[in-house]
């Protein structure tokens, strides 16, 4: 039978072995929390991100890579080209002809004003409001209300209504029944 023989382990390497030990278990426990962090971070924050990008509007995203600035339109600008848009369409008596989006019938009417305030619907999208006279009728008018877009340094109307037609009452005389409403700047039919 062979004798044992056991064998002792000096002082030094046993505190060796441990600081070693002790070495990889932090290495171990770092690595572990890295790789929670990234876990994190593919689970929640990716997807986090990803929504709110999404959420965003997408002209946001054309303005925010564009290599051009793009133009920015004031009250002066949406009036201006309404009043070029007006002066372009009236034959040379000054008689704007517009086709009656609901009954087809061709309007003859004379500008009175453009209404405050013209607005801003959105970054590609804006907005007036205007009177219009019928030709040689006293005290009846049309709303009509347009809609514009930029074209390159100008706003070009691309959308023409009538948002309220005129009506007579016996009490008040001539007034302006609206077709339609705008809830959140969108056209709500009412009748």
């Known amino acids: 039978m062979p004798s044992t023989v056991a064998l002792q382990r000096s002082p030094k390497s046993t ?3 441990l600081q070693s030990t002790v070495a990889n278990r932090r290495k171990r426990r770092n690595s572990e929390a ?5 876990k994190l971070v593919r689970r929640v924050v990716v997807p986090a991100v990803l929504l709110f990008l999404a959420a965003l509007p997408f002209p946001f995203f054309s ?3 564009a290599d051009t600035p793009v ?3 004031y009250v002066e600008d949406i009036k201006a080209a309404m009043g070029e848009h007006i002066a372009r369409t009236v034959d040379e008596k000054g008689v704007f002809h517009l086709r009656d989006d609901r009954t087809g019938e061709l309007l003859a009417l004379r500008f009175v004003k453009i209404h405050d ?3 801003k619907i959105d970054d590609q ?3 007036a409001c205007t009177d219009f006279a019928v030709e040689g009728e ?4 049309y709303d009509v209300d347009f ?3 930029p074209d390159g340094e100008v706003l070009a109307i691309y959308d023409t209504k009538v948002h309220k037609e005129p009506r007579k009452s016996l009490l008040y005389g001539w007034y302006k029944y609206p077709r339609y409403t705008f809830v959140n700047d969108r056209v709500v039919t009412l009748y």
């Open 15 to 17: 505190a060796a072995t």
């Open 34 to 38: 890295r790789l929670s962090v990234v």
């Open 63 to 65: 303005q925010a890579f």
């Open 71 to 73: 133009r920015k339109f």
């Open 117 to 119: 305030p013209v607005r």
């Open 125 to 127: 999208t804006y907005f």
């Open 138 to 141: 006293t005290g009846k008018l």
């Open 147 to 149: 809609w514009m877009r």
